[in-house]
C-alpha cells in the first residue's frame, strides 16, 4: 500500500522518497479507511515542511484536519493541530503557531484517556520553540520540561529523541554546552537501543560539536563513534537496504 510505503519513508527520514510516493499516491482515490487516510495526510504534511513547502503543507494539514474533525478522530486532531502549529512557527507567524498548539494541547485530557499521551511531546516541544524564539525563555524550558517528562512515561522513543535534540540546540544557544552533552547523551543511547541509525548520526554529530567546547578528548570520540555509524548507513546504500527497526511501532507518529 502507497500510504504505508509513504509514512515508513518518512519515519526513515528518506523526504525525497516518500514524496514521490505520496505525489503518486494523491493522483488516486483516498483510500475509504480514515485512519489510512489521515496517516498519508499527517506524512505528507510533514514531507512538505521537510521541503519548505509551508505554504502547502497549511493546505494539506487543514484537508487533514476537517477530516479528522468530521470522523472525530481527537488524537489525529491533535497530531494535525500540532503540525498545522509548527509550521507557522518556520512562517514566523508566532500568533498563530501558538493559537494551534493550544488548540491541540486543549485535546490532551480525552487523548490521554485513549492511551496516546505520547501525542503531545511534540506540541509541547514546538511550543518551547516557540517561546524561545519570542524570548519568553523561562517558558520555554518549561515546555521541553514538560515534553521530556512525558516522553520518560510514555512509550515513544521517537518522539522523547526529537524532544530532547530540540533542546540540546536551544540549550547551545543558551551557552549551556555541559546540560546539552546529558541531554545528548540519552537521546543517543534511544537512538542506539531503538536503532534510529539515521537520527544517531545527527545526534552523535551535535554531541560532538557541544563536546567541542569543553572536552576534546570526548569530542574525538564522539566523532569516531559517528564515523562508525556513517559507515554502516553507506554499506545500507551500497545493498539497496534499510535498517528495519526505524521507530516505534506506527501509532500515527
Known amino acids: ?60 494539514a487543514n484537508e487533514g484536519l476537517d477530516i479528522a474533525i468530521n470522523n472525530k478522530f481527537l488524537d489525529r486532531v491533535l497530531e494535525l493541530w500540532t503540525l498545522l502549529g509548527k509550521t507557522y512557527l518556520l512562517l514566523n507567524n508566532y500568533d498563530k503557531a501558538e493559537e494551534c498548539l493550544y488548540y491541540a494541547l486543549d485535546l490532551r485530557v480525552p487523548v490521554k484517556r485513549l492511551k496516546r499521551e505520547s501525542l503531545v511531546i511534540a506540541t509541547y516541544t514546538e511550543l518551547a520553540k516557540l517561546y524561545h524564539k519570542i524570548g519568553e525563555y523561562r517558558k520555554s524550558e518549561e515546555y521541553f520540561h514538560k515534553a521530556l517528562a512525558t516522553g520518560e512515561i510514555t512509550n515513544n522513543s521517537r518522539r522523547h529523541v526529537e524532544a530532547l535534540h530540540e533542546y540540546e540546540k536551544t540549550l547551545i544557544m543558551w551557552n549551556r554546552p555541559k546540560d546539552a552533552v546529558l541531554h545528548l547523551s540519552l537521546a543517543d543511547k534511544l537512538c542506539d537501543e531503538s536503532k534510529f541509525i539515521r537520527k544517531r548520526e545527527e545526534v552523535l554529530f551535535d554531541l560532538s560539536n557541544a563536546y567541542l567546547q569543553f572536552d576534546m578528548k570526548m569530542h574525538i570520540k564522539i566523532l569516531e563513534r559517528k564515523h562508525q ?14 535498517t528495519m527497526r526505524v521507530g516505534d511501532p506506527p501509532e500515527g507518529g
Open 229 to 242: 555509524i556513517q559507515l554502516i548507513l553507506k554499506q545500507e546504500e551500497v545493498e539497496g537496504g534499510v
Open 1 to 60: 500500500m502507497l500510504s504505508s510505503k509513504a509514512i515508513y519513508l518518512e519515519m526513515l527520514g528518506r523526504n525525497m522518497d516518500a514524496k514521490i510516493v505520496l505525489d503518486e499516491l494523491w493522483k488516486y482515490s483516498p483510500s475509504p479507511l480514515v485512519p489510512v487516510v489521515l496517516s498519508a495526510y499527517e506524512a505528507k504534511t510533514s514531507v512538505l515542511i521537510q521541503f519548505r513547502l509551508y505554504e502547502e503543507a497549511l493546505l494539506v
